[in-house]
Structure formats: C-alpha cells, structure tokens
C-alpha cells in the first residue's frame, strides 16, 4: 500500500495544487488577451451566463498535466505523442477562444491532430463485442522502410483510434461542460474510474504508467473546479473540453478498460449529445451548431439551479463509473442502452413538461 499511495495520491496531489493555484493567473492572462466571453457580446443561443468570464481554462490544466506528467512518468515516445498532442489541441483551444473558430475548421484540425499519438505508437488492435467474440483491427496492415528501419500501418486499428479520439473531443465539448463546474468534475470522477480499474492490473507494469496519467488528469481537473463552480470566475471552454475528451480517449485505448468502461461513466453526456445531434439533423440544422436543447438546459428550463445540474452529472458519472467497474462487456453494452432509453425518456417528458408550463 506505501508503493500505491506514492505512486498515484502523491501525482494526483500535485497535479491538483498546480491547477488550482495557477488559475488565478491563467483568468489574468485571458483577460489581457481578450479571452473573454461576455454575454452582451457574443450572442449565441447556448450562452446561460449573464457576465462576462474569461475563456482559456484549458492553458492551466494542460500545464498542470504536462508538468506532473515529466515529474511522475517516463518520457517514452507514447507520453511523449500524448503530450504533443495536447499542446496542440490546447493551441487550438486557445485560438477558439480568442477567435471563435468555424466549427468545420476545428474539426478538420481535431482529425490531424488526433493522428499525433497514432503516429507515435498508440493504437487499438482488438476489441470485445459485446455480443461475443473479438473483432481483431491489426489487419490489414501498409508496411515500409523509414531511415532504414520497417515501419506499418495498421489501418483499421489507426483509423478506429483517431475516429475515437475525435469522437469523444467533441462529445465532451459538447455535452460535458454546460453549467459552472459540470465539466471539471464529470472529467475528474471519470479519469479516476478508470485509474481504479486499471488498478485491479496493477500486476502488470505497463498499467502503471497509465494509472498514474489518469490520476493526474483528474488532479487537474478537480483542482480547476473550485474556480470553475458556481459562480463561475474562469470556464474550461473549448480549449479545456477537448483536452480532456483527448486524454480520456486515449486512456481508454491504453488502459484494459478501453471504451466501454468510459462510454458507462460517460453515459448521461455522451448520449444527451448524441441525441442532440440528431435532433438537429432532423430539424434541417447544422449538428455541430450550439442551441438550448441539451438535458442541461432542460434541466435549467424546469428551475434547477447550476449547482444542482452540476452535482446531478457529477453523481450520475459517479454511479455509472462505479457500475462499470463491476460489468463485463456484454452488461456494459446493455447498460448503455438502458441508459439511452431512460435519458430519452427524461428527455421527452422534461419537453412535455416545458411545452405545457409555456
């Protein structure tokens, strides 16, 4: 227990002092570079705040990964794609923030960006149906010579990591960060679960490295929440949600959790945004266009209060989380259809309930 606690409370620990004592200076530095989201300004139908607040919340927890991340864990060529490629992601956040970005442009740069750890070794090879059997992605596979050494390409395995990566990048931006808090925490609690089950191959010593990242990401996340909640004085934005749909991505692709794990814990945002998707898609809008529509807005809507939605999601991820622990993967595909039908339910009777009030 003394090699446990070293080895994961202690990078947790630091990675949270440094988000939480730098973001103070990140909320300075977004003001000056006009990083600020103001309600009179930027008119847009999913804005709910009513003063303005800096963008950018995404700098200080990258930093605060990047630096625990060289403290804790050895600079192999995986932490060294992963961190690469999230202080591109966080460039890229950094300039939505300040510019607003057409959301085809970003998207087109989440696709090349999620190449980078792919490039760097990070792959799937295999994954377990849910209905029985394993599907093996190592094949076919494009083999060449690069400065003399044979290099391949796994082209399925590649092309279902990057879609992956993209997918859960823009899941998290949004379905996850609605309200004050929600993202921050929903981030942390998921990062953790799978730090714990990751535990239980803790035998294993490639799992260590993997149980430290995820530690240090929910670090960071958790010690941007006091300043994230209610009333909040910095929000994560874009910079700060893709990140974290980024690096919980591919903890899933490392971890023996893989993607079922995450998409039970994640369930209440990746499904409301899926069904938001496809609700504007069938209403002749753009899917990736922002409106009222999300279960938090409809939670708002019904005179919840932002603290309430935020401990709703962080408590539903909570549960889920610990249920995944326990399910293997055909429950965990039941699970997820179970969680589907009843979010649509809520969904539809939170829109009742709205149409008959108005």
Do not use: C, E
């Not at 607040?53 to 930093?63: C, D, N, Q, S, Y």
């Not at 490039?119 to 494009?142: E, Q």
């Not at 942390?188 to 294993?204: H, K, Y």
């Amino acid at each position: 227990m003394p090699y446990l606690s070293s080895t994961t409370l202690f990078p947790f620990i630091v990675a949270t002092v440094i988000s939480f004592l730098l973001t103070p200076i990140a909320i300075k530095i977004a003001n000056k570079l006009g990083m600020v989201d103001d309600p009179k300004k930027h008119h847009h139908p999913k804005v709910i705040h009513t003063y303005p607040v800096p963008r950018g919340g995404g700098m200080v927890i990258f930093f605060a990964i990047l630096v625990t991340s060289l403290l804790f864990l050895p600079l192999d060529k995986h932490l060294i794609g992963i961190l690469l490629g999230g202080l591109l992601i966080t460039i890229l956040g950094l300039i939505d923030d300040r510019f607003d970005l057409n959301p085809y442009v970003r998207l087109g740069s989440q696709f090349l960006i999620a190449g980078v750890p792919i490039a760097f070794g990070i792959g799937i090879a295999f994954i377990t149906n849910p209905l029985g059997g394993i599907l093996d992605l190592s094949f076919p596979r494009i083999t060449f010579q690069l400065f003399g050494d044979t290099k391949s390409i796994w082209l399925l395995s590649d092309l279902f990591a990057i879609i992956w990566i993209v997918f859960m990048m823009n899941m998290l931006n949004m379905g996850a960060k609605g309200v004050d808090g929600q993202l921050p925490g929903v981030v942390g609690i998921a990062a953790l679960v799978i730090a714990a089950l990751s535990l239980r191959f803790s035998a294993d010593i490639t799992q260590w490295p993997i149980i430290i990242l995820a530690t240090v990401t929910a670090g960071a996340y958790l010690g941007f929440l006091p300043w994230n909640f209610y009333p909040q004085k910095i929000m994560p934005s874009y910079s700060g949600s893709t990140l974290a749909g980024y690096i919980l991505a591919i903890l899933a692709i490392l971890s023996t959790a893989k993607v079922g794990t995450l998409f039970v814990a994640l369930g209440i945002p990746l499904i409301d945004t899926g069904y938001t998707i496809v609700r504007r898609i069938l209403s002749g809008k753009s899917p990736v266009w922002g409106d009222k529509g999300h279960l938090h807005h409809r939670l708002l809507a019904i005179g919840w209060g932002k603290r309430r939605v935020a401990v709703f999601y962080w408590l539903v991820t909570a549960v889920l989380g610990i249920l995944a622990l326990y399910l293997n993967t055909s429950q965990k595909f039941y699970t997820i259809i179970g969680v589907a039908i009843a979010l649509g339910g809520l969904i539809l009777w939170l829109t009742y309930r709205s149409r008959v009030k108005d």
